[in-house]
């Protein structure tokens, strides 16, 4: 990963923190974004906070035109921001809810695709990764908003990655399971932690697809589901 510039959104969440972690090991320089990221968030000196609002156009596009202005490239994009609401049935979610779901799983996916594929284009051999959610494909009662967002969410990353393959960059998708985060902890806390799936586990697929071993992997949609299934 050494001379490339990666784009980590969502940062210093429950899976971006490992995501961006793994990717400062590996020896790129990362560049982390969430509306609070701050440079004191990690302590590598391949690291640069750059805090930004992607749920709209002109925060997405600042966010890139920064990026490239400083670092020259932009060779990976790894988009981890989103959210979950789930409990009640469609006929019960309010306006506010499904808006929401989409603001955040949805809208910020489009804002920050439209924003960094010309950069991405550049590169020849450009990475998009995404996380959608295990509920894009197998949908459950009461998470109707959730589940809708992220399956329109894998929707646009599968058409990024017809639309990009002539200029060598690839876009793939990984549907995580209940992931092992401290938020989850607290918020399930009589749960059997270990079915859930590691962060880790989902970093560590996110680098290899941005590796070199993953140029031919293209439009893919993949599962990471833990015991719990
Ligand atoms: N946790 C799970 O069990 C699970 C399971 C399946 C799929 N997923 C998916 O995996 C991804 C990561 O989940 P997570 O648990 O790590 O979530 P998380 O801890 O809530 O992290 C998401 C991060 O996105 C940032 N963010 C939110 N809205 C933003 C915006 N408009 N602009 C810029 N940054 C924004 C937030 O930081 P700021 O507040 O600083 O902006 C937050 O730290 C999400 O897409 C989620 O839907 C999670």
Redesign the pocket.
């Known amino acids: 990963m050494k001379d490339k510039v990666i784009l980590v959104?969502?940062?210093?969440?429950?899976?971006?923190?490992y995501v961006t972690q793994a990717f400062l090991d590996a020896g790129a320089t990362v560049i982390g974004?969430?509306?609070?990221?701050q440079q004191s968030d990690f302590s590598s000196p391949g690291f640069t906070a750059l805090?930004?609002?992607?749920?709209?156009r002109e925060?997405a596009k600042v966010l890139v035109d920064q990026i490239v202005a400083r670092f020259g490239k932009l060779d990976v994009l790894a988009?981890?921001?989103?959210?979950?609401a789930g409990g009640p049935s469609i006929a019960d979610t309010g306006d506010d809810v499904f808006q929401r779901m989409l603001?955040?799983?949805l809208n910020?996916v489009f804002h920050i695709l439209r924003a960094t594929i010309p950069a991405l284009r550049q590169t020849g051999n450009g990475r998009i990764i995404?996380?959608?959610?295990?509920?894009a494909v197998e949908p459950a009662a009461g998470v109707g908003a959730?589940s809708a967002s992220?399956a329109a969410m894998v929707s646009l990353i599968r058409t990024a990655a017809l639309e990009n393959k002539d200029a060598g960059l690839t876009a793939n998708v990984i549907?995580?399971?209940?992931?092992?985060?401290?938020?989850?902890r607290k918020s399930i806390a009589n749960a059997d932690f270990s079915k859930?799936?590691q962060?880790a586990t989902?970093a560590n697929l996110i680098i290899w697809l941005a590796g070199d071993a993953g140029k031919d992997i293209n439009g893919a949609v993949i599962p990471v589901y833990g015991s719990d299934v």
């Open positions: 959104t969502g940062a210093h969440g429950g899976l971006g923190t974004t969430s509306r609070k990221i805090p930004a609002e992607i749920s709209s925060g988009h981890t921001v989103g959210g979950f603001d955040l799983n910020c995404a996380i959608g959610s295990r509920q959730y992220k549907l995580p399971g209940t992931m092992d985060t401290p938020a989850n859930w799936v962060p989902v």
